[in-house]
């Protein structure tokens, strides 16, 4: 069973450092979401996470450290990774980089690439536990493999309880979306996942465009699946979604944004409000918890309201489109 803790109890970081150390299951704030750490150069430790999320394993691992440097060790820094580096870490940002021979990180957590994943988290107390620990921690979403990514401790537990060792409580994430992906390879930047850091604040530090997604092979040799974790259904609730609704339909609950309502809004199921004031940066803090809010037994379908796609909308759209996906 899983010991939920608060994280700022005292002693709560050593004890979550000490259960990592040993091969356990940690799942901690990020600034993103919650994500479910393991010691990155642990093999076993790293198939334990595999097997609780229940995740296929050809689906690789971020790696997460507490600073540039140990960044280093890990993987090869062209202009483009120390300019965004230096730009955005800590932060909302996972860069995609060769993996140096030296890496010390088990090879199950790059599923046989010759890339590497890597995130500095700004998340205090993700910090902490990264300085306590003194080794890279690999971490995806704290949620069961194809659900929603958990905002709060509550969502972990709902889909993870008695999978993991730990849950650090340090209430709801601010960002609520996770990490924008880019790989920095050879003279290419490419952005293989929209996330809480948007499109327009990297290309702003680089000075350039970003290459599209579907241009931008991820192993070095342009041999591996492109963006392993990008499957098409994905953070799934359970309730089927219909994006750009306009009127609400019977037995629907509502996904709403801004400030109007939908034609037939008093007939809904359920209404939650990504922000009333419009406002994309409070919508994706929202996202995740109001879907799983709204996800209930008696909803025969969540209507998503239109949102607009700049900045963060982006990657909320990104999210939503998956969740809507029919599912394998
Ligand atoms: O915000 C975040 O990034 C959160 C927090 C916990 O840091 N983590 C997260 O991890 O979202 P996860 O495992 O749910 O998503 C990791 C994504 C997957 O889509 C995976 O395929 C991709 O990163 N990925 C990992 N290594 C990769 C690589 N070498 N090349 C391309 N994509 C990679
Ligand atoms: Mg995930």
Same mark, same amino acid.
């Given at each position: 069973m899983a010991q939920r803790c608060s994280a700022s109890e005292h002693g709560a970081i050593e004890e979550a450092a000490r259960i990592l150390a040993s091969g356990?299951?940690?799942?901690? +704030?990020?600034?993103?979401?919650?994500? &479910?750490?393991?010691? %990155?150069?642990?093999?076993a430790a790293v198939a334990r996470l595999y097997a609780a999320k229940g995740r296929p394993s050809f689906n690789p691992l971020i790696t997460h450290v507490g600073a540039i440097? %140990? #960044? /280093?060790?890990?993987?090869? =820094?062209?202009?483009?990774?120390?300019?965004? #580096? #230096?730009? =955005?870490? +800590?932060? !909302?940002l996972t860069l995609v980089l060769p993996k140096r021979d030296t890496c010390p990180v088990a090879a199950l957590a790059t599923a046989g690439?010759?890339?590497?994943?890597?995130r500095v988290p700004a998340h205090p107390v993700a910090q902490a536990l990264l300085a306590r620990l003194g080794k890279p921690v690999v971490a995806p979403s704290a949620n069961r493999s194809g659900h929603v990514s958990p905002t709060t401790a509550n969502h972990v537990l709902a889909d993870l309880s008695n999978r993991i060792d730990l849950v650090l409580d340090a209430g709801p994430t601010p960002?609520?979306?996770?990490?924008?992906?880019? %790989?920095?390879?050879?003279?290419?930047?490419?952005? &293989?996942?929209?996330?809480?850091? +948007? /499109?327009a604040a990297i290309e702003r530090a680089l000075g350039r465009a970003v290459t599209a997604t579907s241009e931008m092979p991820v192993a070095a040799d342009g041999a591996a699946p492109r963006a392993p974790g990008m499957l098409a259904s994905h953070y799934? !609730? /359970?309730?089927?979604?219909?994006?750009?609704?306009?009127?609400?339909?019977?037995?629907?609950?509502?996904?709403a944004f801004g400030p109007n309502d939908l034609p037939g809004a008093e007939r809904?199921?359920?209404? &939650?409000?990504?922000? %009333?004031?419009?406002?994309?940066?409070?919508?994706?803090?929202?996202?995740f918890s109001h879907l799983?809010?709204?996800?209930?037994?008696?909803v025969v379908a969540i209507a998503v309201?239109?949102? !607009?796609?700049?900045?963060?909308?982006?990657a909320i759209n990104d999210r939503l489109a998956r969740a809507a996906a029919p599912r394998t």
């Open positions: 356990g299951l940690v799942a901690f +704030p990020t600034e993103t979401v919650y994500g &479910l750490g393991a010691d %990155a150069t642990n093999a440097a %140990a #960044a /280093r060790a890990l993987a090869l =820094f062209n202009a483009d990774a120390e300019t965004l #580096a #230096a730009a =955005f870490w +800590p932060g !909302p690439l010759d890339t590497i994943a890597v960002v609520g979306l996770e990490s924008s992906i880019v %790989a920095c390879l050879g003279d290419t930047v490419a952005l &293989l996942r929209p996330g809480g850091l +948007p /499109r799934a !609730p /359970r309730a089927r979604l219909r994006l750009d609704a306009d009127a609400v339909r019977p037995g629907e609950a509502v996904l809904a199921a359920m209404t &939650l409000n990504l922000s %009333a004031a419009g406002d994309l940066v409070e919508a994706a803090a929202n996202l799983r809010a709204l996800d209930r037994a008696d309201m239109p949102v !607009p796609h700049e900045g963060l909308g982006e």
